[in-house]
């Protein structure tokens, strides 16, 4: 086995705040963790993980006690974690609870969709401003006053903390997040390709370019030092004076969750936002053919990307979870439509047929040389032939199947919920065993309130090499890994 990307220590970093112990706190929403982050030595320790209640943690506070408040998007709860490490429940009902702010010992926090709200948990809830426009990171000024975004269009308000009318303070494009310095400058970051900062200091208004795509959250140290995180590629970055930067945790992929390779074995990665440079929001498989890549989207899409045009087109929309993707020679897409529990083809002028129907839950999908179509089946256990719309199963009493691919005529599997490469027979045999791919964890449903992309269920992808040698989306660490079969 050879990684060909090295491992994400953050797998996509959103909310952070620096702790009662000074280590910077990271909420990591896709792998559902929170870390904490020594940023003189880029340590990185996972305090809250796969055995923590949390699912989509998405932004963090420190209250004056020292309790940590967690918002978790996709089943609307605020957490409370006590300095002990117990986890109970703060607020609950909320619609995609993003931006959290501490006042003292009160707590504030605000919804991500297109019409939400403002709100106060610290004694049940209040309501101190509505109709937000994708609520984000939010933080109190030297003023007192609650300083809070409007993502689209771009506005920063601010409101007194117990509630009136309020006050725009200022416009920047993409608002994701509103920090103040120690010395009360006002810091606005956007969530565009070039990681642009617009920092207000009164009517003075400079602008750092840092190039870091997605930035998601600010956070300064006692001694003034500003960190950003992206919640695209994840990482700590410092900005130092000048706008030049320091890379404290490095970046990588948030995933991945899709892997493909070209004819002449350039490998392209679906990184839930972006493929092959573009940025394209909650992407998930991948399958290339020649200049053509085809995905699917958490958005309930299949799509195609030509590289050498730049055009995309949409091939299928208000599909019910599509995940696993595969091309047939005439061009033909079939996709694993995991909600439904059937196999889809897609035509190449987007005529739509059933392939199959009535498995339980379908994940990937791959064609051997005769064109025949075999998928997994993650609830059911299984790999499975399709064979005039009928499913023969070829391997059962697996745990959690997903990747799948063929190489030279065989047929490879990831089990994830063993977290091992397996070849289907008869018989069937384990290849790699203890790999980086992530054990499968309860996660909401993949669409929640408003229409907005729900947490998307962990994937690892499996795809074949022009020389024969399988490429596993590691979705455990963040890598992607060249395997040879023996």
Known sequence: MERLTAPTPLRGSNGIS?????????????PGRISAVDVSTGRTEVVAGPDSPLQSPDDLVFDADGTMYVTDVAPGLVWRREPGGGFTVAADG???????????????VNEMTFSGRLLEITDGTKVLAEGLMMGNA???????????????????YRISPDGGTPELVAEAAQTVAVRFGRDG???????DEAGTIVRIDGDERTEIVTGIAGLDNAAFDAGGRMFVSSFASGGITEILPGGTLREVVPRGLAGPYGVTAGADGTVTVADHYRIAGMYQP??????A?????????QYGQAATFDR???ASRTRAENLDQPQGIAVRPDGTLLIAEAGTGRVLAIAPDDTRTVVAEGLGRPVDVALDDGGRCHVTDADRGAVYRLDDGKPLALAEDLHTPQGLTFSGGRLFVVEAGRRRLVEVGPPSRVVAADLP??????VQPALFAEGLPGVPRQFAALATAPDGALLLGASGDGSVIRITPP
């Not at 400058?185 to 969530?191: E, G, N, Q, R």
């Not at 053919?289 to 989207?297: E, N, Q, R, V």
């Open 282 to 287: 909650f992407a998930h498989a991948l399958a």
């Open 308 to 310: 050498a045009t730049g």
């Open 138 to 156: 939010m933080q109190f000024g030297p003023d007192g006053y609650l300083y809070y975004p409007h993502m689209f269009p771009g506005e920063v």
């Open 289 to 297: 053919d020649g200049d053509l890549l085809h995905f699917t989207s």
């Open 437 to 442: 791919v992530a054990v499968p964890r309860p």
């Open 185 to 191: 400058v006002l810091y606005v970051l956007s969530i």
């Open 94 to 108: 909320l619609k995609n609870p993003n931006g959290i702010a501490a006042l003292g010992h009160r707590i504030f």
């Open 18 to 30: 620096f702790g009662p112990d000074g280590r910077l706190y990271v909420a990591e929403y896709l």
